[in-house]
């Protein structure tokens, strides 16, 4: 029990304070494409020192440290209840430390007590696993792009959205439209075409454990994918909103079947400070790998 | 790409309505944070807190993250901004009434701030949003923290001393915001990439 509280804590360090190398890898890459001296470009200048600076200090990329959520794939005879309190209680300590911001607050009472824990946080998604092995990828989702965010019901004849790919793609570039630079862009699409309206949020923002640089096994998504991102940066909306090439790093689609009287298209917002790592574990708890 | 400008706090009318959308800032000497329960208390008839002086001053929308050392003192470690919209109901009335000469945040606000931007002689300051360790290392001071308890630590007012902290101004007191623009560039080119591919 001691070594999984140890690797939890450290994976909740590393998540806050490190981004993984696929997402430094995609914002060098947008750094290249912005104009010398412009305002874009001294965007990326900061995000840049930012990130090399919370990785030396072992501090929060950003103070927004989100929703934390913890996705579990282990074997049917692992303990869920005992990692929820033990994950809960590693929540805890990685906040008194400074790693997390107290970001859990009652919304009757608007009472934050300080330690992340409270209904519905932190979160939990819970997978069955043949390996005897035990996998937990963490993600921290801050406010800001959370609250852009947004689901349409097709069709939607304020977009002249249809129940196909096409109403889709208008719905989403709607959602990047509407975000302007509010997510804190450039930022990542997750996106889940079907589903109902839970599954729709839960499986857009599961796109974003997949790596940044992968490619879609279905070709149509993968087209889809290419679209959404070509077209949103020809928005011009830029880095912060100030405008420039880049308003996206990616966008990665999913489809879920739905029932015959609904057609939800889910878009979910992840930030430049893309905070998701995750770990395998031997059966002791040490951590045997990082994953991303 | 020139050098940023300085503005040293206090701000005085004249300092604040020389600025254009597009340059770049960097604050010197006192802000002060606050975010949504800070504006709804300011906004509704609060009281500021005795030692919290806003005439001529900046708030800057942030809910950092403090931690408190074996001494006792407050050290900041982590403070970008917030999303700004969310004040909208309140910035123009806390403008008006506290006599501020600059708001930091990201993401940008509306008309109605716009106008009181324009009609009291303020701006609205753009720090780049996540980029909470280059901004937490502008702060050499937490000099004071009110309504901790109430509103807990990322809502509470936090006073802080800065050196040097960069912000671009999006919103001068000369009725322009770069938001603006963008949306409605970004809204024609929105028509372009839909109609495209009808």
Known sequence: MQALEQSLTELIRRTSCDLPQDVRKALLLARSCEANDSLAASVFETIHRNIDLACSRTRPICQDTGSVLFYVTAPTSFDRTAFRRLASRCVTTATAEGYLRPNSVDPITGRNDGTNVGPGTPTFYFEDGSDPVITIKLMLKGGGCENVGAQYSLPDPRLGAGRNLEGCRKAVLHAVFQAQGKGCSPGVLGICIGGDRATGYEHSKTQFLRRLDDTNPDPTLRDFEEDILRSANGLGIGPMGFGGKTTLLAAKACALNRLPASYFVTVSYMCWAFRRQGVVLDQTGHITQWLY | ?198
């Open chain 2, 1 to 198: 790409m020139s050098n940023p400008k300085p503005l040293q706090t206090p701000l005085s009318d004249e300092r604040v309505r020389e600025l254009r959308v597009g340059d770049r800032v960097a604050i010197t000497g006192i802000v002060y944070t606050a975010r949504d329960a800070v504006h709804k208390h300011l906004a509704t008839g609060g009281d500021l807190p005795g030692g919290a002086d806003l005439r001529g001053g900046v708030v800057y929308h942030c809910g950092p993250v403090a931690v408190r050392g074996d001494d006792g003192r407050w050290q900041i470690v982590a403070a970008g901004p917030t999303t700004s919209f969310r004040e909208e109901p309140y910035q123009a009335e806390i403008i008006r009434k506290f006599g501020l000469r600059a708001v930091i945040g990201k993401g940008g606000m509306g008309s109605k701030t716009l106008e009181a931007l324009r009609q009291y002689g303020c701006v609205y300051l753009h720090a780049v949003g996540g980029a909470a360790q280059v901004l937490a290392e502008c702060v050499t001071a937490v000099q004071s923290v009110w309504f901790l308890d109430e509103f807990g630590a990322p809502e509470a007012m936090w006073k802080l001393a800065v050196k040097d902290f960069p912000a671009v101004v999006t919103m001068d007191a000369n009725g322009n915001s770069l938001h603006e623009l963008i949306r409605a560039s970004s809204q024609t080119e929105l028509a372009r990439a839909l109609s495209n591919s009808a």
